[in-house]
């Protein structure tokens, strides 16, 4: 089972310019994005972390946790404690935890990256 996160800019009104930068600026926000939403992800043997860092597509904007536990971890009702013993931060729904908490930082970083490109 596959959780995924993405993030959608409607480029159909964009003109070239700003649609050449959109396309260099995505890979990079999607993963400080990633890297964010890794902080609060359950880590127990590494392996759903790690699927997100290589099953993950930076340049259309799509963060990918391909696990077969990935989506019944986060959403699922039975599950009901995540444990923390080796990531102090880690919660059960992840994914929008980082967005409720980060959400005003990645505009930041947004409005950084655009800057800079």
């Not at 880590?43 to 391909?66: E, M, P």
């Not at 059960?92 to 800079?116: H, S």
């Amino acid at each position: 089972m596959v959780l995924n996160y993405k993030f959608e800019i409607n480029e159909s009104r964009i003109d070239e310019k700003i649609k050449n930068r959109l396309n260099k600026i995505k890979p990079l926000f999607t993963q400080e994005i990633l890297k964010d939403i890794n902080t609060f992800a359950p880590k127990l043997t590494g392996n759903l972390i790690g699927s997100s860092l290589s099953s993950s597509d930076f340049r259309k904007g799509r963060i990918i946790y391909n696990t077969k536990y990935a989506k019944y971890v986060h959403s699922s009702p039975k599950v009901r404690r995540i444990s923390t013993r080796i990531n102090k931060n880690a919660k059960k729904q992840w994914v929008t935890y980082a967005e409720n908490a980060k959400r005003l930082i990645w505009k930041e970083k947004l409005k950084k990256l655009w800057k800079m490109i």
